[in-house]
């Protein structure tokens, strides 16, 4: 079966660290943009950062740069979300996804993780 598993999710204060993981089931990584979304209570989800397949450059939301870093390891085929600095603003859950096109907005990501809850307590 293919599919995206997270883990890594947790209750933080804030200013603390987190890290999300990212592992494809079924297939790997090599020639995916890969990404994170989030979606906080009562707001629509949002995109987080994306790895561009075209040139490799990473996209951040401007609420997260210079804060949060995402990250792969082709060996062990696993993306990562390091988020430093959280604010209670970063309560989310978090998805990682796959697009095969790009992953800055929903409709390009073709799979999707289960969801990982952050909380940011102030």
């Known amino acids: 079966e293919v599919q995206l598993v997270e883990s890594g999710g947790g209750l933080v204060q804030a200013g603390g660290s987190l890290r999300l993981s990212c592992a494809p089931s079924?297939?790997?990584?090599?020639?995916?943009?890969i990404g994170w979304f989030r979606q906080a209570p009562g707001k629509e989800r949002e995109g987080v950062s994306c790895?561009?397949?075209?040139?490799?450059?990473?996209y951040y939301a401007d609420s997260v740069k210079g804060r949060f870093t995402l990250s792969s390891d082709n060996a062990k085929n696993t993306m990562y979300l390091q988020m430093n600095s959280l604010k209670p603003e970063d309560t989310a859950v978090y998805y990682c996804?796959?697009?095969?096109?790009?992953?800055?907005?929903?409709?390009?990501?073709?799979?999707w993780g289960q969801g990982t809850q952050v909380t940011v307590s102030s």
């Open positions: 996804v796959a697009g095969g096109l790009g992953c800055l907005h929903e409709a390009e990501a073709d799979f």
């Open positions: 079924g297939f790997t990584f090599d020639g995916w943009a």
């Open positions: 790895s561009s397949i075209e040139d490799g450059t990473t």
